[in-house]
């Protein structure tokens, strides 16, 4: 026969594993990463390219 205690926590267990409405928030936080991990790349790759780009004509200019 469960106690008291078990048949709480089985209640809860229960109730939170039927509710969906933190579901959302997960996702939410999960295409919030997708788009930093893609928005981070970007910036890294033409800020490289762009750093190189800079560079030379910073070069251009002083030999002139």
Do not use: C, H
């Amino acid at each position: 026969m469960p106690s008291a205690v078990e048949e709480i926590v089985r209640s809860l267990v229960s109730k939170f594993w039927k509710d969906d409405r933190g579901q959302d928030i997960a996702e939410y936080a999960v295409m919030l990463a997708v788009i930093l991990v893609i928005v981070i790349g970007t910036i890294r790759l033409i800020g490289t390219s762009a750093n190189t780009v800079f560079s030379s004509v910073n070069s251009s200019l002083q030999t002139q």
